[in-house]
């Protein structure tokens, strides 16, 4: 069973009180929504092997698709500060984003990441003519941090997150296929618009399928924003919009926005996001995975081998893999 995530928990953003080591362990939102697309990663996560008296891998996430989101994400980052008049920070990429990129220099196909970022960012900007959102924020790092009666950090109930933008919605601003698209999953997720502005997460995805575990990440943001960082940034006026649009059950709902740019066209998928049980589910498959390859709740026969591709672990002990003599990774 989930446990309560509201025991002792407190909320504050990142700044120095809290030991590197103890933030590094601290799983990013990222991380845990995963778990339902392949366990292993949670399995060899440094959280787990921390608890299992394992040496921190350290890895940071270096894959091709997350790769690609990085380097989506930066000019739409500089776009929307530049809007906002805010610095943005020189991107900093990991040691091992770098190795990645050598090795697709080597495989002669880094023009090709390079040209699916500039597609990525030329659909960001026709998403961006359609919806004209207002800009509030942009990637807020938040994190949760639970600490045990000794007052130590835990960080099996502790989680980060990056939400890459917060912006306001008007109805009379947008297009007509936004405002046709906002239609149909209104349609589709039974809800309506309660006011003709409102605020909502929004997350840009650099492929262009829809996951489950897109709607896990938002609902997750949801969960951070919602107990503080939300209340605060009303109080100080950064949020003057209410998140909510009714379910037409009656109650009211918030949804969040995730932005597909992968595409020629932008897709928007809206996600009812304020039901947080099914996160606190993978959370918990996430906290006690098991050295398997496939999550309790993938068939077998899903995208696996896609995500595979670029998958991290594939040379860090998953099962499925191994070195050959010659030094090239193949299926066991
Ligand atoms: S390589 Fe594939 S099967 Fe192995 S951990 Fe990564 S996603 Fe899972």
Not at 11 to 29: F, G, H, N, Q, S
Not at 167 to 179: F, G, N, Q, R
Request: charged share 25%; with cysteine; glycine share 6%.
């Amino acid at each position: 069973m989930p446990y309560n995530h509201k025991h002792n928990i407190k909320y504050k953003k990142y700044d120095k009180w809290i030991a590197k080591e103890i933030w590094t362990l601290i799983p990013r939102v990222t991380e845990v929504c995963g778990v339902i697309t392949c366990m292993f990663p949670a399995w060899q996560n440094d959280v787990n092997r921390t608890a299992r008296g394992e040496e921190p891998l350290n890895i940071q996430g270096a894959n091709y698709a997350s790769l690609r989101g990085t380097l989506t994400h930066y000019p739409i980052q500089e776009f929307i500060d530049g809007i906002l008049e805010v610095e943005t920070e020189p991107l900093e990429l990991s040691a091992n984003d770098n190795k990645l990129l050598a090795n697709l220099k080597k495989m002669d196909v880094l023009d090709d990441l390079y040209d699916e970022v500039a597609s990525g960012v030329d659909t960001f900007i026709k998403w961006w003519e359609m919806y004209n959102p207002i800009p509030l924020v942009s990637e807020q790092e938040i994190v949760m941090i639970s600490q045990d009666e000794n007052g130590r950090v835990d960080p099996t109930k502790s989680l980060k997150g990056t939400m890459d933008f917060i912006a306001e919605i008007h109805i009379d601003e947008l297009s007509k296929t936004a405002y046709q698209e906002l239609k149909y999953y209104s349609k589709k997720e039974d809800f309506e618009i309660l006011n003709d502005k409102f605020t909502t997460i929004i997350d840009w995805k650099s492929g262009k399928d829809a996951w489950k575990s897109h709607q896990l990440q938002l609902t997750a943001y949801d969960m951070l924003v919602n107990d503080g960082w939300w209340e605060e940034a009303e109080r100080t006026g950064l949020i003057t919009q209410p998140p909510l649009m009714r379910s037409l059950y009656g109650f009211e709902a918030r949804y969040g926005m995730c932005v597909k740019t992968g595409g020629k066209r932008p897709l928007t998928t809206i996600y009812d996001v304020g039901e947080h049980k099914d996160f606190f589910l993978a959370w918990d498959l996430f906290n006690n995975p098991e050295a398997t390859t496939y999550s309790q709740t993938q068939k077998k026969s899903t995208g696996l081998k896609r995500i595979c591709m670029f998958c991290e672990y594939r040379n860090n002990g998953c099962p499925l893999f191994s070195w050959s003599k010659q030094g090239e990774i193949q299926l066991t």
